[in-house]
């Protein structure tokens, strides 16, 4: 079955960066798109970002454009997001998934941006 574990969260000062990670099985992740969404206290599921399965195309939602980049390891199963420039609105719990809207996800992990 699917199973995607992120991992990377945690607390940062606005202006900073963190990296996240998502460790891939239970499919053939090389060959399907992969997604970045995410969840901000009291809010509903957003999408973040998109990347194809050859990172040949990348797709980011305009609140994080130019700010985070996704991609992806195929040799390692591994989807990767790059954030900089971190606003205390990016707080949120992070989840990669296997679709746009967040159906088939992991469990998430945790980034908080304050001071």
């Known amino acids: 079955q699917v199973h995607l574990v992120e991992s990377g969260g945690g607390l940062v000062h606005p202006g900073g960066s963190l990296r996240l990670s998502c460790a891939a099985s239970?499919?053939?992740?090389?060959?399907?798109?992969m997604y970045w969404v995410r969840q901000a206290p009291g809010k509903g599921l957003e999408w973040v970002s998109s990347?194809?399965?050859?990172?040949?195309?990348?797709y980011y939602a305009d609140f994080v454009k130019g700010r985070f980049t996704i991609s992806r390891d195929n040799a390692k199963n591994t989807l990767y997001l790059q954030m900089n420039s971190l606003k205390s609105e990016d707080t949120a719990v992070y989840y990669c998934?296997?679709?746009?809207?967040?159906?088939?996800r992991g469990q998430g992990t945790q980034v908080t941006v304050s001071v």
């Open positions: 998934a296997k679709d746009s809207r967040g159906l088939n």
């Open positions: 239970g499919f053939t992740f090389s060959s399907d798109w």
């Open positions: 990347i194809t399965p050859g990172e040949r195309f990348r």
